[in-house]
């Protein structure tokens, strides 16, 4: 079992950057595949960005490739989601989350560990 704890949300404005931290506790942390998620208020939570348990690969939705980038440290049982020139659209709670499977995971609901989510908020 892992403890997820996301930081590093916030507000900010269009255009500008931030940069969400999630500290896991508990089993190993690389043997986790680990994934960033997103949810607005009434709508579905939507896969943002995944990284493989050694972080050589990546995968991005389409919304947020070329200005998203999800990286991790194994020592320091930390992923990160750096975010960059951030849209209005970008505004929603984000979640870290984490899975056993052996490779990145892009089905929101079949990860099986999650943190309590981080509010990003972009304004205009």
């Known amino acids: 079992q892992v403890q997820l704890v996301e930081s590093g949300g916030g507000l900010v404005q269009a255009g500008g950057s931030l940069r969400l931290s999630c500290a896991a506790s508990g089993r190993a942390f690389s043997s986790y595949v680990m994934g960033w998620l997103r949810q607005v208020s009434g709508k579905e939570r939507e896969f943002v960005a995944g990284i493989n348990r050694n972080g050589f690969k990546t995968y991005y939705a389409d919304s947020v490739k070329g200005r998203f980038t999800i990286s991790r440290d194994n020592v320091k049982n930390t992923v990160y989601l750096q975010m960059n020139s951030l849209q209005l659209e970008d505004t929603a709670v984000y979640y870290c989350?984490?899975?056993?499977?052996?490779?990145?995971?892009?089905?929101?609901?079949?990860?099986?560990?999650w943190g309590q989510g981080t509010q990003v908020t972009v304004s205009s």
């Open positions: 989350a984490a899975d056993p499977a052996t490779s990145i995971v892009t089905t929101t609901w079949a990860y099986d560990y």
